[in-house]
């Protein structure tokens, strides 16, 4: 079962930083956050993880509470094309182990 | 990021007839691959876990007859659905682990059954 939540729908303008929460109030400590997005009949990518530093690529950046309980996804520049479904996962790293998705945040980016 | 491909991207079959998936990690070796299924306007529902050279791991709830993993490479694993249902048309979803952990998520494959 998923051990996140987030909230279910968000807008943000074209151009201004979009801030998608996550609540993981149950993590464990060697549990990682990850995100990805799903736009309209594809398949998730894969956009960043975390265990407890922020993290920052050049799609996103993922800041993590201090007491991990939470975290927050920003795309510093929203664009049309970053309107998708959001999902925060949190997971054991290792290659075998699953990933289970919430209902996720649908991001609307608005012209 | 790495590359995972699926094969068809849509089947359209009638109801009886055995439908395969294919999903390939197109530059990396995964050990392990995972198969989701997708109903409209629901998440990502993990079917199973595919891992080289043994017998799958199936989620609660899932058919191990019906929907029949095959991972006899560490760049390829199949899903089979037998004897297709008209409540089987769904988006069939793989993904396959690099050594990181992190998942690459295939292109995902349309079925539908009727």
């Known amino acids: 079962d998923a051990k996140t939540t987030q909230p279910p729908s968000m807008d943000c303008a074209e151009g201004r930083a979009a801030n998608l929460p996550c609540n993981h109030s149950?993590?464990?400590?060697?549990?990682?956050v990850y995100w990805y997005r799903q736009i309209h009949s594809q398949g998730p990518q894969y956009i960043i993880h975390g265990l407890k530093n922020n993290e920052t690529n050049e799609m996103a950046s993922l800041i993590i509470t201090e007491d991990r309980k939470s975290s927050t996804l920003i795309l510093p520049h929203a664009t049309l094309r970053d309107t998708a479904v959001y999902y925060c996962?949190?997971?054991?790293?290792?290659?075998?182990?699953?990933?289970?998705f919430g209902t996720g945040t649908s991001l609307t980016v608005i012209p | 990021g790495a590359v995972v491909s699926q094969h068809p991207s849509w089947v359209i079959c009638k109801s009886g007839t055995s439908v395969k998936i294919e999903c390939r990690s197109l530059d990396f070796q995964a050990t392990t691959m995972f198969w989701y299924r997708q109903f409209p306007k629901q998440s990502l529902m993990l079917m199973a876990t595919s891992n080289e050279g043994s017998k799958a791991t199936y989620e609660q709830g899932v058919e191990k007859d019906k929907f029949l993993i095959n991972h006899a490479s560490l760049t390829l694993s199949t899903l089979t659905v037998t004897s297709a249902h008209p409540e089987d048309s769904s988006f069939y979803i793989c993904?396959?682990?690099?050594?990181?952990?992190?998942?690459?998520f295939g292109p995902g494959t349309r079925l539908l059954v009727l």
């Open positions: 996962i949190v997971r054991v790293a290792g290659t075998g182990n699953q990933f289970y």
């Open positions: 993904s396959a682990s690099g050594e990181s952990g992190t998942q690459y």
């Open positions: 149950t993590i464990s400590g060697n549990e990682y």
